[in-house]
């Protein structure tokens, strides 16, 4: 088993709002197994993105526990020090949000290029590796040494798609990666997501796109307000969600 949470819940204190409490992640339970796929699935506002950043530590859980497998070892990503968390971002779990936190006057290719070189990856290599993965996600060559700054929402996307997987990470996270892609370059997301796949990576995806969970996703595990409502196998999801 890659992962394992455990009555995961984050509540959000709104000092501004005279403390007022929001449940984002409410006692949340399920499992991962190595190498599985699994969706997250949801209306607006249950909960997903907020379930991500736990796992990511982006959002430090109120109580509960997110076991991951590493290596031989089981760190509980809900309590563990900041060090860990930071090595293992460096090294075993990526990351993608929507939108690219941008590094100003950095070209594409660097950004994508750059979680490589900090693993200690020669400069040309890496820059290498990044433009292979900019080219299956179809971004133009011409953009490869431009700023994301004026890319647009899809070809940010794909620079910030191709950046999460360089390193080939052990577990990936992604909050909803493809939502601004058009169906072409969607269909090559999907392609690059199961060549991870089958380098044994595993992944729990935020997806909007009903097409890309039934493309790749083994399991749907469904969220409403905040709360686990149900966890079904892909054939299932169109049932369980329409
Ligand atoms: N940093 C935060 N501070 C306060 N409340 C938050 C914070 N992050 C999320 N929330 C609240 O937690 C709840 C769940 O939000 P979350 O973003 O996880 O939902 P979501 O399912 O990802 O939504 P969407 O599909 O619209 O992106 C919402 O009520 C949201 O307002």
């Given at each position: 088993?890659?992962?394992?949470?455990?009555?995961?819940?984050?509540?959000?204190?709104?000092?501004?709002?005279?403390?007022?409490?929001?449940?984002?992640v409410d006692?949340?339970?399920?499992?991962?197994?190595?190498?599985?796929?699994?969706?997250?699935?949801?209306?607006?506002?249950?909960?997903?993105?907020?379930?991500?950043?736990?796992?990511?530590?982006?959002?430090?859980?109120?109580?509960?526990?997110?076991?991951?497998?590493?290596?031989?070892?089981?760190?509980?990503?809900?309590?563990?020090?900041?060090?860990e968390i930071?090595?293992?971002?460096?090294?075993?779990?990526?990351?993608?949000?929507?939108?690219?936190?941008?590094?100003?006057?950095?070209?594409?290719?660097?950004?994508?290029?750059?979680?490589?070189?900090?693993?200690?990856?020669?400069?040309?290599?890496?820059?290498?590796?990044?433009?292979?993965?900019?080219?299956?996600?179809?971004?133009?060559?011409?953009?490869?040494?431009?700023?994301?700054?004026?890319?647009?929402?899809?070809?940010?996307?794909?620079?910030?798609?191709?950046?999460?997987?360089?390193?080939?990470?052990?577990?990936?996270?992604?909050?909803?990666?493809?939502?601004?892609?058009?169906?072409?370059?969607?269909?090559?997301?999907?392609?690059?997501?199961?060549?991870?796949?089958?380098?044994?990576?595993?992944?729990?995806?935020?997806?909007?796109?009903?097409?890309?969970?039934?493309?790749?996703?083994d399991r749907?595990?469904?969220?409403?307000?905040?709360?686990?409502?149900?966890?079904?196998?892909?054939?299932?999801?169109?049932?369980?969600?329409?």
């Open positions: 088993m890659a992962l394992s949470i455990e009555n995961l819940s984050k509540t959000f204190e709104m000092h501004i709002l005279d403390n007022k409490r929001v449940v984002g006692d949340i339970s399920f499992t991962v197994d190595d190498g599985e796929f699994v969706a997250v699935v949801g209306e607006s506002g249950s909960g997903k993105s907020s379930l991500l950043k736990c796992i990511y530590r982006t959002y430090e859980p109120s109580s509960g526990a997110i076991v991951y497998q590493n290596g031989e070892r089981e760190v509980d990503l809900a309590t563990c020090d900041e060090r930071l090595r293992l971002r460096e090294n075993a779990i990526g990351y993608t949000s929507q939108f690219l936190t941008e590094i100003p006057r950095v070209p594409a290719v660097d950004v994508v290029a750059r979680p490589l070189r900090e693993q200690g990856m020669a400069t040309d290599v890496a820059r290498q590796r990044a433009e292979e993965l900019l080219s299956r996600l179809q971004l133009p060559s011409e953009l490869w040494e431009a700023y994301p700054a004026t890319f647009s929402g899809g070809e940010r996307q794909r620079v910030n798609l191709a950046q999460a997987l360089a390193t080939d990470p052990d577990l990936l996270l992604l909050d909803e990666p493809t939502s601004a892609l058009d169906p072409d370059t969607r269909e090559a997301a999907i392609e690059l997501l199961r060549d991870a796949l089958d380098d044994g990576t595993t992944v729990i995806g935020v997806f909007h796109n009903a097409d890309v969970v039934e493309a790749v996703a749907v595990v469904v969220v409403d307000q905040a709360r686990l409502q149900r966890i079904v196998d892909v054939d299932e999801y169109q049932e369980a969600v329409v």
